[in-house]
Nanobody, 119 residues
Framework: QVQLVESGGGAVQAGGSLNISCAASGSIDTITGMGWYRQAPGKQRELVATIKFGGSTTYADSVKGRFTLSRDNAKNTVYLQMNSLKPEDTAAYYC?????????????WGQGTQVTVSS
């Protein structure tokens, strides 16, 4: 099994910054990507940013230019730096990992960390 431990998050005023991180541990053969999704009350979970371990990074249009996703390969950790936060960024943020285990594609989710942006 793989465990995803999220940290960071919290409450901030509009225009502020937060950094959230996700560390992966456990048994997996290959990690092909990690990233963040978010879900606001009454809305569907949506992609925020993901990074493929082949190199490409994808951002939702709503966060481009404000959020930066980075990774530390040695620690199997990804970091999401969130700047110029807006009230509409308020949501539970979930870490996601995808990869292969025993030649099967696997997906794992973290428990979620809350980000609240006040106006």
């Amino acid at each position: 099994q793989v465990q995803l431990v999220e940290s960071g998050g919290g409450a901030v005023q509009a225009g502020g910054s937060l950094n959230i991180s996700c560390a992966a541990s456990g048994s997996i053969d290959t990690i092909t990507g990690m990233g963040w999704y978010r879900q606001a009350p009454g809305k569907q979970r949506e992609l925020v940013a993901t990074i493929k371990f082949g190199g490409s990074t994808t951002y939702a249009d709503s966060v481009k230019g404000r959020f930066t996703l980075s990774r530390d390969n040695a620690k199997n950790t990804v970091y999401l730096q969130m700047n110029s936060l807006k009230p509409e960024d308020t949501a539970a943020y979930y870490c996601n990992l995808e990869g292969y285990r025993d030649y099967r594609r696997v997906y794992y989710w973290g428990q979620g960390t809350q980000v609240t942006v006040s106006s």
